[in-house]
């Protein structure tokens, strides 16, 4: 097993800087997951700490060893990559024995990685077929079970899961999840989908335009993004970010949004006058009852009929929002939405888009 660590980590293409000073600090067994929009550096991180690209700058450090200049059979690294890289001409369990056959390791300790790794992911009944003979979900445990059997120091998996379809992917994520319990080991995951960072991460490391937004826990990420980058990336739907203003109302603070006025927590400072945007996931609105006074009135746009829930696309003062409420409250275009906001649940940001404490 093994820790690893980046300092400064700097990587460009001539002069376009795609990562820039990247500080990373990896525990002994912590599952970490890089997540971002496309270009934002995840991939070539992942690359440069597995030797498949050279550094401009910094240190890649592996159990306090610095490891830039070797060469990545060296690094003691297994990588999944996201369009499995099996050799088609060869077997399931050939391929998954393969970097052990080229490293020279014994016939029988090889049989003995491969039945563990084979009876781990389930495949042992596939150990004899070719790569054209299996699913898109068995090819990727092929690939899973060609790191397993290295049992490196470190698993790097670069997007793993995008190749397959939906439902496919929520199985596949599930697999990895159970992996995770069973063979411990320090792994960084790559990937664009959030959903997959919160549900396998042990942190999350948010990046965005080769800088890191946040390092957390998925709970840190969710409840308290800190930015608005971070606040509209993480969700699904993400957050909405509006305009608003924070004033004094009978030593209360309220913000207002186009118009409508959400009263903050009592403890809030008046220091919060410096806000811009106001954030609010869409799962935290509440359907006002007929009764009630509603914080927010409106008419649905888009309706999504989602079963469980259910989808509403308002405006508010010009600005495209969406709630996610219970069922049979909002079944068509056009119809009246009356909604409440809970004051613990508002996010705000200041005009650089940093997280405002309440």
């Known amino acids: 097993m093994a820790t690893l660590e980046l300092r400064r980590l700097e990587k460009s293409y001539g002069s376009t800087a795609v990562v820039r000073g990247v500080d990373l600090s990896v525990a002994d067994n912590e599952f970490v997951v890089l997540v971002g929009p496309s270009g934002c550096g995840k991939s070539t991180i992942l690359r440069m700490i597995a030797g498949l690209e050279e550094i401009s700058s910094g240190e890649i450090r592996i159990d306090d060893l610095v490891v830039n200049e070797r060469a990545p059979k060296d690094r003691d690294i297994a990588m999944v990559f996201q369009d ?10 050939d391929n998954m024995a393969f970097s052990l056959t080229y490293r020279g390791v014994a016939r029988p300790e090889i049989a003995r990685r491969l039945a563990e790794a084979a009876k781990v992911l389930d495949i042992d009944q596939l150990l004899h077929r070719y790569p054209r003979q299996l699913s898109g979900g068995q090819r990727q445990r092929v690939a899973m079970g060609r790191a397993i059997v290295r049992d490196p120091k470190l698993f790097l998996f670069d997007e793993p899961l995008s190749n397959l379809d939906a439902k496919l992917r929520v199985a596949m ?15 960084i995951y790559v990937t664009h989908d959030q959903v997959e960072a919160m549900t396998l991460a042990d942190r999350i490391v948010i990046l965005n335009g080769g800088l890191i937004e946040q390092i957390g826990t998925p709970e840190d990420v969710y409840e308290r993004p800190a930015t608005a980058f971070v606040a509209s990336f993480i969700g699904a739907p993400p957050m909405n970010l509006l305009p608003c203003r924070v004033t004094a109302n009978g030593g209360a603070a309220v913000v207002s949004v186009a118009g409508n006025q959400v009263p903050l927590p009592a403890s809030s400072s008046l220091d919060l006058q410096r806000a811009t945007s106001v954030g609010i996931r869409p799962e935290h609105f509440s359907w006002a009852a007929e009764s009630a006074l509603a914080q927010i009135e409106s008419r649905a746009g888009v309706v999504e009929l989602l079963g469980s829930d259910t989808l509403v696309a308002f405006t508010l003062g010009g600005h495209d929002v969406q709630a996610r409420l219970p069922p049979r409250h909002v079944r068509k275009s056009g119809d009246i939405v009356r909604l409440t906001i809970a004051p613990e649940n508002i996010h705000l940001f200041d005009a650089e888009s940093r997280r405002i404490d309440i």
Request: charged share 30%; no cysteine.
């Open 84 to 93: 499995y890289a099996l050799y088609p001409h060869m077997t399931v369990a």
């Open 173 to 187: 994520r599930t697999e990895i999840k159970r992996l995770r319990e069973r063979v411990r080991t320090t792994t």
